[in-house]
């Protein structure tokens, strides 16, 4: 059997004639020209040379898949995904009660199939809260990690080809909650959710939850003002005090490491309103912050330098044998482009914040609601609509080849930018064209951007 992970995580173990299985569905379905090539089958027992060739095919075509809109979207390929992740954990389909967290400690109990993907549990926890059907798309539901003084690191969004029950239950440690939490980046769409009581409730209770602790500084004259409309339980006011904050709406992810502006620098990450933000401790203590805005950046990936262990050591986010870093390449100046690279256990939530920041500016680009962004039921069935992409994380590969060009001219490195990722790429040393997440915002860019 095959050891698939998905985001760092064991997810399955599948075999090869069932991977051979879904590879004949999806050509049934979509036709032998939009489905990449299966590894053949052999007459032979395999060498184990062959065997390794084979697991490199086999994970080569799973990207490719989970990389194209059609395909990585489709209900064949996230059902054979939630079929096998729970076949995997063997656990029966059954009721069980799911707890989930509000952003104010808030427990709110549903009671669910251990087979009910994401987007119907995220429906259950609507309804348990009286959350209007237009407003779902508004939040999602997020694997996270309690810390010890009672803050949340992020693992990652829960995604379509998962299943929440026993995505946490299979990590066998109490410390890992599923909390809801607005999905959303441009703060104007908050005017949507607090038109109604409980989107309103909601979201003020994940503001407070935010400024406690320290996810959004203030002063002691704006901890006066919004102490005061506390008191008269002024939510809307409250938040709208809140949305003049520098950093209303970020998620603020763990101390980490960064190689800009040098090597080994310490830094606290933020992502919101269409950027990373940077805190980073310079090695002479002084703390310096910038900002990445996500329409700058030309690609980014995600990498591992440790092959992924098939014991359970690779199966919990956050451990220190596998090492993730996000990478990306920022354009600096007009005629400079530039590798940026974090090295976080958050890697993986860092890419889908990116790329879900690029799909909403998108969307709102070609005068698409967000309000569409949920997939409707058709005929009982779920169905995500046209103007959402399915949010994808880029594949784990090696580390990045270490003597690779850190930045070259924009004019010979345009050439590779295509509107729905890499076509291919300028440089001897980069990866292959399937290594990279390209960013389809950035081809917007122009000269007022710079």
Request: charged share 25%; glycine share 6%; net charge neutral.
């Amino acid at each position: 059997a095959y050891n698939i992970h998905v985001n760092g995580v064991l997810h399955c173990r599948v075999r090869y004639s069932q991977l051979l299985g879904l590879h004949e569905q999806l050509r049934k379905e979509y036709g032998a020209n939009v489905v990449p090539a299966f590894p053949p089958k052999k007459i032979f027992t395999l060498t184990p040379a062959e065997v390794e060739q084979r697991r490199e095919q086999l994970e080569k075509y799973m990207q490719a898949v989970r990389q194209d809109p059609t395909l990585g979207g489709s209900e064949t390929f996230n059902s054979f995904l939630r079929k096998a992740q729970q076949e995997t954990q063997q656990i029966p389909t059954e009721e069980v009660v799911l707890e989930v967290l509000l952003s104010n400690g808030q427990k709110v109990k549903v009671t669910i199939l251990t087979s009910d993907q994401t987007e119907d549990v995220l429906e259950a926890v609507a309804s348990k809260l009286d959350l209007p059907d237009d407003l779902i798309g508004y939040f999602s539901l997020f694997l996270v990690r309690e810390t010890k003084d009672g803050a949340f690191s992020f693992v990652r969004k829960l995604q379509e080809f998962e299943l929440p029950y026993v995505s946490v239950t299979s990590l066998h440690n109490p410390e890992f909650r599923i909390i809801l939490r607005k999905s959303y980046w441009d703060s104007s769409y908050d005017d949507d959710v607090m038109e109604h009581r409980v989107g309103l409730n909601l979201l003020y209770a994940q503001t407070v939850s935010d400024i406690e602790h320290g996810w959004i500084p203030v002063n002691k004259e704006q901890h006066r003002q919004l102490k005061s409309l506390q008191e008269k339980v002024s939510k809307k006011e409250f938040i709208r005090l809140a949305q003049t904050l520098k950093y209303y709406g970020y998620l603020k992810f763990d101390p980490c490491v960064t190689d800009f502006p040098e090597k080994g620098c310490h830094v606290v990450v933020s992502a919101g309103n269409n950027e990373l933000n940077f805190q980073v401790r310079l090695p002479n203590e002084q703390i310096k912050e910038g900002s990445f805005k996500v329409t700058r950046m030309r690609c980014w990936r995600v990498t591992s330098s440790v092959p992924m262990s098939n014991g359970p050591s690779g199966s919990s986010p956050g451990k220190s044998e596998v090492k993730l870093e996000l990478a990306f390449e920022y354009l600096m100046s007009k005629d400079r482009l530039q590798w940026v690279t974090i090295t976080s256990p958050q890697a993986i939530m860092l890419s889908i914040c990116l790329q879900s920041m690029v799909d909403e500016l998108m969307v709102k680009k070609s005068g698409g609601s967000i309000r569409k962004m949920f997939r409707r039921r058709v005929n009982g069935a779920l169905r995500r609509s046209e103007s959402q992409q399915a949010v994808k994380s880029p594949p784990l590969l090696d580390s990045p080849d270490a003597s690779r060009e850190p930045m070259a001219k924009l004019s010979s490195k345009l050439t590779s930018v295509s509107l729905r990722g890499i076509s291919h790429s300028s440089s001897a040393n980069d990866a292959g064209a399937n290594d990279f997440h390209g960013n389809y915002a950035f081809e917007g860019i122009g000269d007022e951007d710079l």
